[in-house]
C-alpha cells in the first residue's frame, strides 16, 4: 500500500487528541496522587503522545525510553517482536507506567508485560496506549487506558507512521480508498 497526505482523511483531530490526553492525565493524576512514576515510552510510535502526556502529569516522573519493533516498512505486522533497545534501570519497587502508541495484535504489550514481570517486582503497572484496536487482537491483553477505539485501518499521525513518514501530523488520519 502506498499513502499519499492527500488520500489521508481526519480520523480524530488535534482538540480530539488534546482533549483525549488531558482526560487520561486526569486519570493518572487521580490514581497515582502524586507517588513517583516511571514512564517507559516505546519508541517510536509512542513518542509524541509520551511528551503531550507527561506535561500533563503532577507527581514526579522519570521517563525512560525503549524500542521495539514488530512492523517491517509495510502495514502489516510481522508478528515477531523485535527488542530494538530494552534498556531499564532498576523499577524493583516502581510505580511503572507503559505508554505505547496503539494496542493491535497485542504481542508488543505482552512481550512487554513478559518482560517486567519476568525481570523486576513493581509496585504497581500500568498499561496506556494513545489508541487500541481490540478488532485485530491475536492475544488476551487490554491496557488499562487508552484514548480511542480505532476499527481495523492502518492509521498514521501523532506519532504513528507510514514508511517512517507522517509522525509528525497533529491529527490521527488514515488513507480512505
Ligand atoms: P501489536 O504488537 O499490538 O500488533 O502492534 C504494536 C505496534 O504495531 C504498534 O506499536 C505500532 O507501531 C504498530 N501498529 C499497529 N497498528 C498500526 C497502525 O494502524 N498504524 C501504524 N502506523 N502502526 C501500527
Known amino acids: 500500500m502506498d499513502i499519499k497526505l492527500e488520500q489521508l482523511k481526519v480520523l480524530f483531530s488535534e482538540d480530539e487528541i488534546k482533549m483525549q490526553v488531558k482526560n487520561l492525565a486526569l486519570k493518572l493524576n487521580d490514581f497515582y496522587k502524586g507517588e513517583d512514576v516511571v ?14 502526556l507527561v506535561r500533563e502529569l503532577e507527581m514526579p516522573i522519570q521517563m525512560e525510553f525503549i524500542r521495539l519493533s514488530s512492523y517491517g516498512s509495510d502495514i502489516h505486522t510481522s508478528g ?41 517486582h513493581v509496585k504497581s503497572f500500568k498499561f496506556c496506549s494513545l489508541l ?21 485501518k492502518f492509521v498514521v499521525g501523532y506519532g504513528l507512521d507510514y514508511d517512517g513518514y507522517y509522525r509528525n501530523l497533529k491529527y490521527i488520519g488514515y488513507k480512505d480508498v
Open 80 to 120: 515477531k517482536v523485535n527488542a530494538v533497545d530494552i534498556k531499564l534501570p532498576d523499577l524493583n519497587d516502581k510505580n511503572v507506567l507503559i505508554i505505547e502508541d496503539i494496542v493491535d495484535t497485542g504481542l508488543t504489550a505482552k512481550f512487554l508485560i513478559d518482560f517486567i514481570n519476568m525481570n523486576f
Open 39 to 52: 514512564a517507559i515510552c516505546v519508541l517510536k510510535g509512542a513518542v509524541i503522545f509520551a511528551t503531550d
Open 132 to 152: 487500541d484496536k481490540k478488532i485485530t487482537r491475536r492475544v488476551d491483553i487490554e491496557p488499562d487506558y487508552y484514548c480511542f477505539e480505532v476499527d481495523d
